[in-house]
């Protein structure tokens, strides 16, 4: 399985994952409810704070599980509720979905 890769959706960064060569950086992941779930060491496999970001995908809209939401993101699903990637915790979460990394956090 390859690593799930994101820019940031306030700098447009791309979150590298702490098996690149590049160093990690502090990234925060919202819900549209006002949680903010901290990751300052990305592994690669959508876990930001301990918090699954498809698992939260999935809780965000009302489906049953993760792989659910994996296939509707994946198959660019409209009228889906997203988490936010950013590196403020500040951030006011917009319904936008976070862009995917054509390095996939780890290929520069």
């Avoid at 992941?29 to 990305?42: R, T």
């Avoid at 918090?51 to 999935?58: F, Q, T």
């Amino acid at each position: 399985m390859g690593f799930f890769s994101f820019k940031t959706q306030d700098t447009n960064r791309s979150i590298a994952n702490k098996h690149s060569g590049r160093k990690t950086f502090k990234v925060f992941m919202h819900d549209n409810k006002g949680n903010v779930y901290p990751e300052s060491n990305y592994e690669g496999y959508g876990d930001f704070g301990g918090v699954d970001y498809y698992k939260l995908l999935a809780d965000m809209n009302g489906l049953k599980d993760r792989n659910e939401a994996i296939q509707l993101s994946c198959n660019n699903r409209e009228g889906l509720v997203y988490p936010n990637l950013t590196e403020s915790a500040d951030w006011q979460w917009r319904n936008a979905e976070p862009q995917n990394c054509e390095f996939q956090g780890y290929f520069y």
